[in-house]
Structure formats: C-alpha cells, structure tokens
C-alpha cells in the first residue's frame, strides 16, 4: 500500500496563477483532509470530507476551493494564488470521524512558494 | 475555539538523556494525539489520550494526559537520533459532521546531539 500520497512535492508559482494539488489514498478511507503548515502555527485546517462528493470549510478556508468526485482523492485548487499562501500542504486520511480513537494518515506534503 | 501550546518550543540535548514536551489546552480536553514529523516529511501517528491520568508508553517515548485534562506531557527516556524531529499535539474538537477537526499545537522541534 502507499497510504497517501501528493502530487506534487515541490511548486513555485506567480501572483495570480492558479494551481490544483492532488491527495491519493489507497486504504479506503470515507476522511480526508487538507491542511496547511507555517512557521510557528502548527497545522490549520483548510477543507475536509466526510465521503465521496461532499466537501466542508474548515479553519483557513478562504482563497481555496476542493472537491471530492472519487472516494480515493481529494484535490485542493487555488483560483489566484497569493504570497500569502506559500506554505507546506498536507493531506490526511481517517477510517473514522472524529471523537474517537482515530489516527489520521498523511502524506509527505507540498511545497507551495508564490512569488 | 480551541488552542494549543507547546513547550518548549525547541530543544537541543545530548545523545542518551530524557526530555519532556509539554502541550498545555485552553480548554479541556477531549482527545489529545501526538504525532511526529521528520524534516521534510509527513506526519507520523504516535499515541492517542482520552482518559484523566492516562499514561501510554511506545518504546521509549511516554505521553500523560493531567487529571484535569488541560495538559499533555510527551517523555523521551535515553534519547537517540532516531527521536530527532518535530511533536506536534493535536486536541479533538466537538465534531460537526462526524469529522476530525484537529487543532494542532506550534510543534516542538527536536535536536539530538551526538
């Protein structure tokens, strides 16, 4: 199995220009998630999905949209990039919601820099 | 809502000794998760508390959750190269719409000296 993985691992990109990563997971898991990680803050949670064709906002949502049409991926879009949104991205994937035992599998994470 | 801190917020140490990592909530705690990150890597599932004065032990790392439960403590007993990374705890929040939604602490980044 290769658990979660993104596409791609590194991208640099103009104010304006629009870009879209790719999350795959191959355990079938119903959750999936995308945060973004800054100096010093931790990990946010932009969107998340509790199944195939649904999508919710989650903490940073603003500037960033996703959609679910496949159970085993996740794709998350930048309409316009801005500096603001140079981060590392990470995916994550669950069997099971939340308030329970509950391990979160992520990925190895995107690179993002606009310029 | 919901924050997390860390402390420190960095630690360097010498190949073979303890450390503590200390992850302090605003509000109680529901479920409390660690996890580590490798440099340049993802996020790797190490416990997960939910109990008042629970203890779970993984080899050599221990993560307590207090009584009250406001506060996690994440122990490394003789400390080895291998444990050089970034902890992060995360807290489970009431859920709304049966997801996850973690809120994660700064992490504590973590250097082992030879």
């Known amino acids: 199995n290769a658990g979660v993985t993104q596409t791609p691992k590194f991208r640099v990109l103009k104010t304006g220009q629009s870009m879209t990563l790719l999350c795959a997971q191959d355990m079938n898991h119903e959750y999936m998630y995308w945060y973004r990680q800054d100096p010093g803050m931790g990990l946010r949670l932009i969107h998340y999905?509790?199944?195939?064709?649904?999508?919710a906002k989650g903490e940073v949502p603003d500037g960033y949209n996703v959609s679910r049409l496949k159970k085993q991926n996740f794709l998350l879009g930048l309409e316009s990039a801005a500096p603001s949104q140079t981060s590392v991205y990470f995916c994550?994937?669950?069997?099971?919601?939340?308030?329970?035992?509950?391990?979160?599998?992520f990925g190895p994470g995107t690179r993002l820099t606009v310029l | 809502s919901q924050e997390l801190e860390q402390s420190p917020q960095s630690l360097i140490v010498q190949e073979g000794k303890n450390l503590t990592i200390n992850c302090t909530s605003s509000?109680?705690?529901?479920?409390l998760y660690w996890y580590k990150q490798k440099y340049g890597e993802g996020l790797i599932f190490l416990m997960m508390?939910?109990?008042?004065?629970e203890e779970k032990s993984h080899e050599k790392i221990t993560a307590k959750l207090d009584e009250k439960k406001q506060q996690s403590s994440l122990h490394i007993t003789a400390s080895q190269p291998s444990h050089a990374g970034i902890y992060l705890c995360g807290a489970d929040n009431p859920v709304i719409q049966g997801a996850q939604k973690l809120v994660f602490g700064q992490g504590t980044r973590l250097t082992i000296n030879p």
């Open positions: 508390l939910q109990k008042g004065g």
């Open positions: 994550a994937s669950s069997y099971r919601g939340g308030y329970v035992y509950n391990e979160q599998f």
């Open positions: 999905s509790v199944g195939e064709g649904t999508t």
């Open positions: 509000k109680t705690l529901y479920g």
